[in-house]
């Protein structure tokens, strides 16, 4: 089927090529599924950085293309993981792919409903609602302690095989893959998003709100679509983190957490999807590194290494690090040619 | 005659200060007209109210004989009223393809699919072309609009308020801050909008009201001064006191 227009191809070509995929990506998600078995004694840490990597790419979502600031994103993690281990602690859902949507589920419940006091407000008033929000949830979690484990958590969570054929095992193995296969399905969704039209009415949105709702864009319904639908991710992420660890405590809902993942999208950069997963793994690999060399100061390497991002700026560093990749590319670019 | 755009006693105060005060307009459909008025007039209020980025305090407002006073200022557009901005209101991070494709996307109702790819629709496409030919930014159809220049983004403004077709289209002071050198393509452009779409004109440039307008308002402190066809404002003595007063020539 063509869409060409008939007098400019390229008004519909353009943009179809840009939703193609390039080469870094293949090699990134290569590189990615090459970790299983590159690194089989590494499989916790690199779990960590799959479920991570969703979770940011969540935030990503909203900060990144729709401009929504949030500094409460842990309150939708805190709720899918709760959700999944209650889940699974009572054999309500036992099948972890089924938990694991019924998980995101309850936190896009949570996101839409507490959407409509996001859209409210500005940077200020949002940053002050998510907070608000993510607090109150810790809070309520930390009350009902017969139900969530109080500060103990939610303890004994006994995972049952991922479609009762794939039975987590003790190294981890069977986690990274799930955790793996999760990110890049959803990663896929949100790609497709983001290259739609109502992925580009979002950059509209971040660009210009009021130019927007004057070319006929429902702001606030845009809004409250793409913050119920992080909502989902960052309830997936944390339902991935529930089901890996056995294990969801108040944790879950911290500010740190919400904190670190700004951290995250700020390092790997907003608006192409890959600032996430990128922000994701070379934020455990700081952690880890700084914390095996002083493992009480590795916060202050952290902040240490954000300052010094942006005293570089990333733009800059984005090209130090494209400088191998971009020489290859360009080797074979010319011997391809006639 | 029949009315595209009508306002009855429309009241907006900020606190004390009463910005419009029983403002009762009449656009014929098809006119050029023309709002004008010294700064500080109100001009842009009476914008804002008739978009609905500002809610009035009283009065009604009427398009094409449906009340749309209460109506959210996307469902305005989609029922034919447009605008343009005096200061450039753009997306400086797209480019003119996105900025108009988006526009088309809305009014066909394509604009919330999330499935399916920009691009992937020959309608859609077949418009957005249209449309960036008639404005002269095929050329430019790529860049990022924040790396285009003044005139091109000035017609950009006007070729993206196109794009939602309106019935009704306000311009709010389209040849503001233009360059003599790419002034022609700004007037050239509003000179052949379709006939069938009605023109409210918001102007300082005194040249441009009189070349263009078929009827013209005087706005003076938020309320109508004067109405009528272009040579009886211009005779109106009233309008020599506001504009004299102000220095500047009918």
């Known amino acids: 089927m063509s869409a060409d227009s008939t007098t400019h191809p390229e008004v519909g070509t353009v943009p179809m090529a840009g939703a193609q995929w390039r080469w870094p990506e293949v090699a990134f998600w290569l590189c990615a599924a090459g970790c299983i078995l590159l690194f089989p004694n590494r499989y916790l840490i690199l779990t960590e950085i799959a479920w991570l990597a969703l979770f940011a790419l969540s935030l990503d979502l909203i900060l990144g293309y729709a401009g929504i600031v949030s500094l409460g994103h842990a309150a939708f993690f805190g709720v899918g993981g709760y959700c999944a281990g209650l889940l699974a602690l009572h054999g309500i859902v036992k099948e972890p792919v089924l938990a694991l949507l019924v998980a995101g589920g309850a936190a896009m419940l949570l996101g839409f409903v507490t959407s409509f006091l996001v859209i409210r407000g500005v940077d200020l008033t949002r940053l002050m609602v998510t907070l608000g929000i993510a607090l109150l949830l810790r809070e309520l979690a930390n009350k009902f302690s017969n139900i969530t484990g109080g500060s103990d958590g939610l303890q004994g969570i006994e995972m049952q095989p991922i479609l009762g054929m794939f039975a987590f095992d003790i190294f981890g193995k069977t986690g990274f893959i799930y955790c793996l296969i999760v990110l890049f399905v959803m990663f896929l969704l949100a790609r497709r998003i983001v290259n739609s039209p109502f992925g580009l009415s979002l950059r509209a949105i971040r660009n210009n709100p009021l130019r927007a709702s004057a070319i006929g864009i429902p702001v606030n319904r845009r809004l409250i679509a793409v913050y119920t639908l992080a909502a989902f991710y960052a309830g997936v992420a944390g339902a991935l983190s529930t089901q890996t660890t056995a294990l969801a405590s108040l944790d879950g809902f911290a500010f740190d957490r919400s904190a670190d993942l700004l951290l995250v999208l700020i390092i790997g950069g907003t608006g192409y999807l890959y600032g996430g997963l990128i922000g994701a793994v070379a934020f455990k690999l700081m952690q880890e590194f700084f914390s095996t060399i002083t493992p009480q100061f590795w916060q202050f390497w952290i902040g240490a290494v954000l300052v010094i991002i942006v005293l570089i700026g990333r733009e800059r560093l984005h090209r130090w690090a494209m400088l191998v990749p971009r020489m290859i590319s360009a080797k074979f670019a010319r011997s391809a040619a006639p | ?250």
Not at chain 2, 63 to 89: A, C, M, W, Y
Not at chain 2, 159 to 170: C, D, M
Not at chain 2, 199 to 224: K, Q
């Open chain 2, 1 to 250: 005659m029949t009315i595209a755009l009508e306002t009855t006693n429309l009241q907006k105060s900020f606190g004390g200060l009463r910005v419009t005060r029983d403002l009762s307009l009449k656009v014929a459909a098809g006119a050029r007209h023309a709002l004008i008025g010294p700064n500080g007039a109100g001009k842009t209020t009476v914008i804002n109210l008739l978009t609905g980025v500002l809610k009035p305090n009283s009065g009604r407002i009427i398009l094409e004989g449906t009340d749309i006073t209460d109506l959210p200022v996307h469902k305005r557009v989609l029922r034919g009223l447009s605008r343009t901005f005096q200061i450039n209101q753009l997306y400086p991070d797209l480019t003119p393809r996105e900025t108009v494709g988006l526009a088309v996307s809305e009014r066909l109702g394509h604009g919330g699919d999330w499935w399916r790819l920009m691009g992937s629709r020959r309608d859609v496409n077949d418009e957005i072309a249209e449309n960036l030919a008639r404005f002269h930014l095929l050329d430019v159809m790529n860049e990022r609009t924040a790396t285009l220049p003044y005139g091109k983004q000035r017609l950009l403004e006007i070729a993206v308020a196109i794009a939602t077709k309106p019935r009704v289209l306000l311009l709010d002071e389209p040849a503001a801050g233009v360059p003599e050198s790419e002034r022609h393509d700004i007037l050239a452009a509003v000179a052949s909008l379709p006939r069938d779409v009605t023109v409210l004109l918001i102007e300082h440039d005194m040249d441009l009201v009189f070349s263009f307008a078929d009827r013209i308002s005087v706005l003076v402190n938020g309320a109508m001064l004067v109405e009528g066809a272009p040579d009886e404002v211009a005779r109106d003595p009233q309008v020599k006191a506001v504009y004299l007063g102000e220095g500047a020539d009918v």
